[in-house]
């Protein structure tokens, strides 16, 4: 099991809007996830080789943003139905 405290922002730039404060969840593939704090998005692992930006825990859906690094920091590009390309920091 992973444990982390960790707790992420993500800038504006995407739509729809998932700016905000991401807050450990618990693990998912291995890994920690992230949920927005009004619940409207997650951020996980896809147990392969990107980090994932979605509405739903462990569903890609009609669009999502990914980055392909083992890295969870950095930009997330968008996929799908989503547009714009957010940057995803520490607090």
């Known amino acids: 099991m992973v ?17 905000g404060i991401y807050l450990p969840r618990g693990p998912h593939n291995g890994k920690p996830s992230y949920r927005r704090t009004d619940s409207g998005f997650f951020l996980w692992w896809d147990n392969v080789d990107k980090w994932i ?13 990914s980055r ?16 714009g390309d957010p940057t995803l920091f520490e607090t």
């Open 68 to 83: 392909q690094s083992d890295i969870i920091v950095g930009q997330y590009l968008h996929q799908g139905t989503y547009t």
């Open 3 to 19: 444990v982390t405290d960790q707790i992420y922002e993500l800038g504006a730039g995407g739509f729809p809007p998932s700016q």
């Open 53 to 65: 930006i979605s509405v739903l825990l462990g569903v890609l859906g009609v669009g999502h943003w």
